[in-house]
């Protein structure tokens, strides 16, 4: 069993709503910045169901005016087993 950090999931989908309310952005501006048909993916995100991209990742920092540090919330105490 090896350290390595992880993801966050839950905790990184209530920075993307807590940033989203900040910049004042609702769910459907987003959903019309990304081109999407329905909300479901942002709605998603915000639930720590699904993770961005990372091409919308990038564009959702841009979006938020943030750093991709500041969206991510990283779990560095995870223990992986990793196969060498």
């Given at each position: ?13 209530q920075?993307?709503g807590?940033?989203r ?20 993916a ?41 196969s060498?």
């Amino acid at each position: 069993m090896v350290n390595l950090p992880v993801i966050d999931m839950i905790r990184t989908g209530q920075n993307i709503g807590r940033l989203r309310k900040q910049a004042k952005l609702s769910v459907k501006d987003l959903q019309d910045i990304f081109g999407f048909a329905t909300p479901q993916a942002i709605y998603k995100w915000q639930q720590g169901a699904a993770l961005p991209t990372i091409d919308n990742l990038v564009v959702l920092a841009a979006v938020l005016q943030v750093h991709l540090d500041d969206i991510l919330v990283i779990d560095s105490a995870t223990q992986v087993q990793i196969s060498a």
